[in-house]
Structures are given as structure tokens and as C-alpha cells.
């Protein structure tokens, strides 16, 4: 079946770096999202990561994803203030090309 | 450029009342969909439309309708307002055309409409 699972909160300290883990079911998935929701407003696109990639670099964040275990993870260096929000893991199943499997959203919260 | 536009943002109903959530999107996106929003639990698909005239369900279709006459619109109908579909609801479209793997399938969403049913 699909099923998408993260952990729902994470506190981090301001200036250290947050790692949101993400574990799917759906071995044939093409993509991988990670998408950002802040209070009070609809989900953006933070980055993505194509099935046949481990690692995607962009700036403070940096996508690792093993196939094997089925794991996707997303670090962002540098935490700042402004990183809180929800973080969800989506994929798009190969079993169905027209939906998108959202995870149940991991809350990060900064710590002065 | 307005990108996607729910309304009403917020909702209150009595159940059994009727209502429909109107979505629009001025992007001339072929893909748009329908997901609710509750704690724990993520978004879940409720329905979708790969372009007018064709909608399918989600993984949450039932005590939902929805049509697609236009490109722009894809509303949502709760025909008998139920107190399980007190939610936040988000409406999501995307450029692709037929199933989302055609390209990166990136969604663009709406703020949301929060729906309180008593």
C-alpha cells in the first residue's frame, strides 16, 4: 500500500541543524517532496529529490534519500527562527500517477 | 497573479446543512485537487481532476462531490455537513497534464478554508 511516515514534533536549538526523517512504502515512487507550511497557510514546494538521485544540495538544505530503507530525510543547516513551520514528505506512487501521499507533518520549533 | 483562491476562508455549519467550497486558479493548470487537513494526520487526498470533465477519488472521497466544467474551477460540495467533517480544507493544482509523473508534479495550494460543523 502507500504510506508516507514522519515524526510529529522537533524542537532544535537556533544555529544548530534540524533533521526531519521520513520513512515511505512505495519502493516505485518517482518523486520525493518536502514541503513547508507556516501558521496559517497553504503548503509551498521546499524542494524535491528524483528516485534515481541519494543526495540533493540546495543551499541550507540538503535532501539525503535511501532507497534501500526507504528513508528520506531533510536537513537545514543553520536553523533559523523563520524555519519553523510544518514540514511534510509527499511522494507520488508509482501505483497512481495522479495522486500525491502526504505525510502526517513533523512541527519544528527553534529554541532561542 | 493570483495563483490559487478558496473560498470561504472560514466556515461554520450546522450538520446537515449543504455547502460548496469554490476553488479557482488562474494558472491554466490542467491537474487540481482537493485534500483536508486535520491534526496528525496529515493532508488527505479527497478528490481530483486531471482536466475538465474528469474527476477521481482520493483516499477520503465519501460525503464529497466535486465537478470540473473549467479549466479554472473545481469546486467542493458537502451535500450533509457532518460534525467528522469539521477540517481544515486546502484545494492544490498543478501544470501537468494527465498523471502528475509527467514532470516534477509540483502542487500549488491555496490558503485553506477551515470548515466548523456543529
Known amino acids: 500500500g502507500e504510506d508516507v511516515e514522519q515524526s510529529l514534533f522537533l524542537s532544535v536549538r537556533e544555529g544548530d541543524s534540524s533533521v526531519i526523517n521520513c520513512t515511505y512504502t512505495d519502493s516505485s515512487s518517482t518523486y520525493l517532496y518536502w514541503y513547508k507550511q507556516e501558521p496559517g497557510a497553504g503548503l509551498q514546494l521546499l524542494t524535491y529529490?528524483?528516485?534515481?538521485?541519494d543526495m540533493k544540495q540546495d543551499q541550507r538544505l540538503t535532501v539525503l534519500l535511501n532507497k534501500k530503507d526507504k528513508h528520506l530525510s531533510l536537513r537545514i543547516a543553520d536553523t533559523q527562527t523563520g524555519d519553523s513551520a510544518i514540514y511534510f514528505c509527499a511522494e507520488i506512487p508509482y501505483s497512481s500517477a495522479s495522486k500525491i501521499i502526504f505525510g502526517s507533518g513533523t512541527r519544528l520549533s527553534i529554541r532561542p | 497573479n493570483a495563483g490559487v483562491t478558496q473560498t470561504p476562508k472560514f466556515q461554520v455549519l450546522k450538520t446537515g446543512q449543504s455547502m460548496t467550497l469554490q476553488c479557482a486558479q488562474d494558472?491554466?493548470?490542467?491537474?487540481m485537487s482537493w485534500y483536508r487537513q486535520d491534526p496528525g494526520m496529515g493532508l488527505r487526498l479527497i478528490h481530483y481532476?486531471?482536466?475538465?470533465?474528469?474527476?477521481d477519488q482520493g483516499e477520503v472521497p465519501n460525503g464529497y462531490n466535486v465537478s470540473r466544467s473549467t479549466t479554472e474551477d473545481f469546486p467542493l460540495r458537502l451535500l450533509s455537513a457532518a460534525p467528522s467533517q469539521t477540517s481544515v480544507y486546502f484545494c492544490?493544482?498543478?501544470?501537468?497534464?494527465?498523471?502528475?509523473?509527467?514532470?516534477?508534479?509540483?502542487?500549488?495550494f491555496g490558503e485553506g478554508s477551515r470548515l466548523t460543523v456543529l
Open positions: 492544490a493544482s498543478s501544470g501537468t497534464s494527465g498523471g502528475l509523473q509527467s514532470n516534477t508534479g509540483e502542487l500549488f
Open positions: 494558472m491554466n493548470h490542467e491537474y
Open positions: 481532476s486531471v482536466g475538465a470533465g474528469i474527476t
Open positions: 529529490i528524483f528516485s534515481n538521485m
